[in-house]
């Protein structure tokens, strides 16, 4: 079955362009021209991905990512025709996975499709016979579901994978390059950025002090680490 992906888009002409090419590419394609169209889309189709633009009148994309954040772990790519770093972080910041700079080649678009919906489907599988428990946290990776004591916590896709690259290696330090290489892509490896916006939006999320974690830990110029319990 194919990955249903929904394009939103106040211009008409890159609609026309991404379903083109994801219908040509074997996706499944639903479209919306305003950031209030795609929540409800999100809220009642479930696509697999969603390909946001920024700049849209009335609710942008920004605003649209962060309310289905409030409901939706689904993979988002932020479009945007501004490709500075203040920018980049914000999308981030909000909760997208990735993004994408207008003008962009359709190579480019098509593998940041294929990396995001590769990582949406690792989380979704990985771990699937067990629970993991330390502290507060519980993480049941069955149903791909997180807790802090008895309160679930909304990840996104690539914030859950993230997650689950210190679970599996607890104990150890991971180099900001590996963590990039294994949640990202190779291609990702020198984005510093992405981490670090990542990390803060975890810390956020999962610990009382985000400035004294207990769950991901900064080793100062060697990495992170989620420590043992003493």
Not at 158 to 169: A, D, G, P, S, V
């Amino acid at each position: 079955m194919s990955a249903l992906i929904l394009v939103v888009d106040d211009e008409p002409r890159y609609v026309r362009l991404m379903e083109a090419n994801l219908v040509s590419a074997g996706y499944t394609v639903l479209t919306a021209n305003n950031g209030q169209d795609a929540i409800g889309i999100v809220d009642d189709q479930r696509p697999n991905l969603v390909l946001l633009d920024v700049m849209m009148p009335e609710l942008d994309g920004l605003q649209a990512c962060e309310r289905i954040r409030k409901f939706s772990n689904v993979p988002i790519i932020m479009v945007t025709a501004r490709g500075d770093e203040r920018d980049r972080v914000r999308g981030l910041d909000v909760g997208a996975d990735d993004y994408i700079v207008k003008p962009y080649s359709v190579t480019e678009l098509l593998a940041r499709v294929r990396a995001v919906l590769r990582r949406a489907q690792f989380s979704d599988s990985a771990y699937s016979q067990s629970v993991f428990t330390f502290g507060q946290l519980r993480v049941d990776f069955a149903r791909a579901e997180v807790f802090l004591g008895d309160t679930e916590i909304l990840l996104s896709a690539t914030e859950y994978r993230l997650l689950l690259q210190f679970i599996h290696h607890q104990g150890q330090i991971l180099s900001s390059e590996a963590l990039l290489g294994n949640v990202w892509g190779e291609a990702y490896r020198d984005d510093k950025e992405v981490l670090w916006v990542s990390i803060s939006r975890l810390r956020q999320k999962l610990e009382d002090n985000p400035k004294k974690p207990l769950y991901i830990v900064t080793r100062q110029g060697l990495g992170y680490t989620m420590p043992y319990p003493e």
